[in-house]
């Protein structure tokens, strides 16, 4: 079984590699994060990276993928919530990785590895969001339309406030929620 056994291995040793440079882009930033860096923390010689990951930026969809993936799974009311539940799930996680928000935005133009990672994000988070509105009332047409804003605005405060606070932000975004919803009980149904 020396096949399996060598696979075994290299699972793991990617694992370790996405645990490094999760941990090291977390506290300082993509850019300011070196494979070297994450070569060392990881434990494995510096061209070791490559052999797993072809360049920086697949490391960097890959680390967002596992996180997507685990949150998704493992996150109360992410995917079956109430909308609110929902949305400060997505707000929680988001602020985990803050501070890697306008680098995914910048490296997905440079990047179809980052560009894929970020449209699945959001399509995801769309229709989860989406899924959210339905259940308070919205037909699926309005629902698609209102996860598309708020997740537009979810993005601008992200790239566009570090300094923000995110009880304010959790306010922001659920005070635009609630208008959203009651516009829908003002207007007629077609």
Same mark, same amino acid.
């Given at each position: #079984? *020396? ?5 075994? &291995? ?6 370790? =590699?996405? /645990? ?7 506290? !300082? ?5 070196? #494979?070297? !860096? ?5 434990? $494995?010689?510096?061209?070791? $990276?490559?052999?797993?990951?072809? +360049?920086? @930026? @697949? ?5 967002? /993928? ?6 998704? %799974?493992?996150? *109360? ?11 400060? %799930?997505?707000?929680?996680?988001? @602020?985990?990785?803050? =501070? ?7 490296? !997905?133009?440079? +990047?179809?590895? $980052? ?19 339905? @259940?308070?009332?919205?037909? *699926? ?9 708020? #997740?537009?605005? =979810? ?14 932000? &959790?306010?922001? $975004? ?5 208008? #959203? ?10």
């Amino acid at each position: #079984m *020396p096949a399996t056994r060598r696979h075994l &291995d290299r699972d793991a040793k990617r694992e370790e =590699i996405l /645990d490094a440079a999760e941990t090291l882009m977390l506290r !300082a930033g993509y850019h300011a994060t070196s #494979m070297a !860096a994450i070569a060392q923390r990881a434990g $494995v010689a510096n061209n070791a $990276v490559y052999w797993y990951f072809a +360049s920086k @930026d @697949d490391l960097l969809a890959a680390i967002l /993928d596992r996180r997507l993936e685990r949150a998704t %799974a493992e996150v *109360p009311g992410l995917a079956t919530g109430s909308l609110e539940e929902r949305l400060r %799930a997505l707000l929680a996680q988001l @602020d985990q990785v803050a =501070i890697l928000a306008a680098c995914v935005h910048e490296r !997905a133009g440079h +990047s179809e590895a $980052v560009a894929a990672t970020h449209r699945a994000f959001h399509a995801t988070v769309e229709r989860m969001l989406s899924d959210g509105f339905c @259940d308070a009332g919205l037909d *699926p047409a309005e629902a698609r339309c209102a996860s598309g804003a708020v #997740m537009a605005m =979810i993005d601008g405060i992200h790239l566009h406030d570090g300094e923000r606070d995110s009880d304010e932000r &959790d306010r922001v $975004v659920l005070w635009a929620v609630d208008r #959203m919803l009651e516009a829908r009980t003002l207007t007629p149904s077609a």
